[in-house]
T-cell receptor
């Protein structure tokens, strides 16, 4: 069974700090990795996706992928209280040429003013 | 990003009745649509995957006769919860996938439907 693991948190950081969210996955063949943000009672919204080893930056967000170690992380710089949400890591499952996302259980982030 | 519209956003129904939830991709043609269920404080659990014009593929443990999925067009998929019971109360979320600019497919979520069965 393919798995995506995340620490449930909550991860508490002060406003302005860097928040680091981590995710590990079990399927070494996974090729696509996504970070979603979900506010309470809302559906997830895509923050970033990453396919290649290394870092990918988009504004205050940086996704990091290490396929050899099977982990992907999300850094949020200059954290704001509005960043407080649950962050879901998702991995593409390419079994049988289909496409579906396997989600982790999410990490709850709290940014303290 | 692309827009996926899900309707209704919330619904209350009596036990034993059926409820239909619609998922539409508004500005792109979705190659595949997915239906998820999320219980409080838990992650999204994939229920089924549907491709236009073919039968849905259900995940293990999901009753296909209870959760009917129809994918009539490249922009519309529906989920019908038949003979709903209180334990079916949950947050149902659809997502639609389109061919991305890079090599893979991107998935966009609808707003979700909060179903309460009384």
């Amino acid at each position: 069974q393919k798995e995506v693991e995340q620490n449930s948190g909550p991860l508490s950081v002060p406003e302005g700090a860097i928040a680091s969210l981590n995710c590990t996955y079990s399927d070494r063949g996974s090729q696509s990795f996504f970070w979603y943000r979900q506010y309470s009672g809302k559906s997830p919204e895509l923050i970033m996706f990453i396919y290649s080893n290394g870092d990918k930056e988009d504004g205050r967000f940086t996704a990091q992928l290490n396929k050899a170690s099977q982990y992907v992380s999300l850094l949020i710089r200059d954290s704001q209280p509005s960043d407080s949400a649950t962050y879901l890591c998702a991995v593409n499952d390419r079994m049988d040429s289909s496409y579906k996302l396997i989600f982790g259980s999410g990490t709850r982030l709290l940014v303290r003013p | 990003g692309a827009v996926v519209s899900q309707h209704p956003s919330w619904v209350i129904c009596k036990s034993g009745t059926s409820v239909k939830i619609e998922c539409r991709s508004l500005d792109f043609q979705a190659t595949t649509m997915f239906w998820y269920r999320q219980f409080p404080k838990q992650s999204l659990m994939l229920m089924a995957t549907s491709n236009e014009g073919s039968k849905a593929t259900y995940e293990q443990g999901v009753e296909k006769d209870k959760f009917l999925i129809n994918h009539a067009s490249l922009t519309l998929s529906t989920l019908t919860v038949t003979s709903a019971h209180p334990e079916d109360s949950s947050f149902y979320i659809c997502s639609a996938a389109r061919r991305g600019r890079i090599k893979d497919t991107e998935a966009f979520f609808g707003q979700g439907t909060r179903l309460t069965v009384v």
